[in-house]
């Protein structure tokens, strides 16, 4: 059996790496949070419609979305085919997590789709609570640090007097979607992707296990199933409306692609076979086995 | 009531929890299995059913009415019985060592067991599609199916493949298969 492919890398080799990492992933980000597009998935954007800088809201499919921003901003886009269709942008969020989850194998990736979803269910679906635990951390934080309420003679007072302080995030409102969308950047790059963590300097003569191909494409597989779920949640929030799918027929990506729907799958098809057998290992040389 | 492709879904998500739990080398085991049900339900699955057809009425255990009601058992036993066979007794496990790593592992261990369950769920229910959806004789099903349905069964295994290369496909796949099996 083949040894495992091993690498020793210095701290500034793996730093690099991660900053790679960090730029494709800004790439990914700024094409689902900067590009809003008018239809044609790749076509220009448009500047009317953009609620998280205080740009009108289109009225036939935002207003929902925007006015009950605590609830599901795709609310409003569900129904009919009147909502943007973003799903190119999604696409090329997918393709640009999905080379981050090349580079960096299955075993992290999964890490990172893990909190992904996480977020997404917890932001999406019990965003008032959040909010709730936020804003009594911010209360809390007033009490004790600012204006020193442990210290104070009467804590109570103190306490009494922050009863009307204004809460730090909103639980409902205009200004809700940014809210979110910064919440979920923070906890996929924090913890999924671990930006800031400082990579621990190789053991003397450690040795570092490269992921395999077939790791890395499974890790490209799941970077890409991120890139869905990171373009699912936060398009929607920044243009009311969009319409995201790669499957639906009638959104330019499917039907883009319906021609070679076959094609592409059967060579996922082949794909899976290939690397499933490979992966069953075996390859050396053989020994015919007499009686 | 729940729409027929969720009912779809739903089996087929079964069929990835049984991928999971009988791991890579034994579903792609009964691939093959359903590799060769698809070839011979391609080269005479209606045939096959007009046949019982024709021996049970001619031995008075068939009525001349509701012909494709019978075929529809007729498919949807062989279909069964080919699932059954396939996941009892001798199976044709694939030798190596599996997982590679945890997570790649599950992640095979899941595709191929969704694989084999569209494999087997979209061939039937294409099969009562191609019928007329006779099952509706039992009051458990109301058609019309919704466009959604309409269109999802179109990507049955035996619809998507083009009707010149279809036995080509299949047999190619299903020597193919076989291949990987012996050679390993």
């Known amino acids: 059996m083949a040894a495992p492919r091993v690498e020793r890398r210095s701290v500034i080799h793996r730093m690099a790496r991660s900053t790679v990492v960090a730029a494709l992933l800004a790439v990914a980000l700024l094409v689902g949070g900067v590009g809003h597009g008018d239809g044609d998935g790749f076509g220009h954007g448009v500047a009317s419609a953009h609620p998280l800088h205080g740009g009108p809201v289109d009225s036939a499919v935002g207003a929902t979305a925007v006015d009950g921003a605590a609830g599901d901003p795709t609310a409003g886009a569900t129904d009919g085919p009147t909502g943007r269709d973003l799903s190119a942008y999604a696409l090329v969020t997918m393709l640009a997590l999905a080379l981050i989850g090349f580079a960096r194998g299955v075993k992290r990736e999964a890490r990172t789709l893990l909190v992904t979803g996480v977020t997404v269910l917890v932001l999406g679906y019990s965003w008032p609570k959040v909010a709730a635990v936020v804003n009594k951390q911010w209360k809390m934080f007033n009490f004790g640090v600012i204006k020193r309420g442990v210290m104070a003679d009467d804590p109570s007072v103190v306490w009494k007097s922050l009863s009307d302080l204004k809460p730090l995030v909103p639980a409902s409102g205009g200004s809700v979607n940014a809210w979110q969308i910064g919440f979920f950047a923070m906890a996929v790059l924090l913890f999924g992707y671990g ?18 191909f077939i790791d890395r494409l499974v890790g490209a597989l799941l970077g890409s199933l991120t890139g869905l779920l990171v373009a699912r949640f936060v398009l929607p929030r920044i243009v009311p409306g969009a319409r995201i799918s790669i499957v639906d027929p009638r959104l330019s990506i499917a039907s883009a692609a319906a021609p070679y729907a076959p094609y592409i799958f059967f060579g996922i098809v082949v794909l899976l076979l290939f690397f499933g057998v490979k992966g069953l290992g075996g390859g050396g040389p053989r020994q015919k086995v007499y009686n | ?64 009415t509701n012909v494709d009601l019978f075929k529809w058992f007729v498919t949807m036993a062989i279909i069964a019985g080919w699932v059954v066979i396939s996941y009892a007794g001798q199976q044709l496990t694939f030798q190596g060592k599996w997982p590679p790593n945890p997570v790649t592992g599950l992640t095979f261990d899941l595709l191929i067991g969704l694989f084999n369950g569209w494999l087997v769920v979209w061939t039937a229910w294409k099969a009562t599609h191609d019928l007329g959806y006779p099952i509706t004789a039992f009051g458990g099903f109301q058609l019309p199916i919704t466009a959604r349905a309409d269109h999802w069964v179109q990507l049955a295994p035996l619809a998507l493949i083009p009707d010149k290369v279809e036995t080509w496909v299949l047999a190619g796949f299903f020597i193919l298969l076989i291949f990987l099996r012996v050679a390993r």
């Open chain 1, 195 to 212: 930006v800031l963590r400082i990579p621990r300097p190789p053991k003397p003569g450690g040795t570092h296990i490269l992921p395999t």
């Open chain 2, 1 to 64: 009531m729940v729409p027929v492709e969720f009912v779809a879904l739903l089996m087929v998500g079964a069929f990835g929890i049984v991928g999971l739990a009988r791991k890579f080398p034994r579903e792609l085991g009964a691939t093959i299995s359903y590799a060769a049900m698809l070839l011979m339900l391609s080269l005479g699955g209606d045939a096959l059913g007009t046949l019982v057809h024709k021996a049970f009425t001619e031995l008075g255990l068939a009525s001349t």
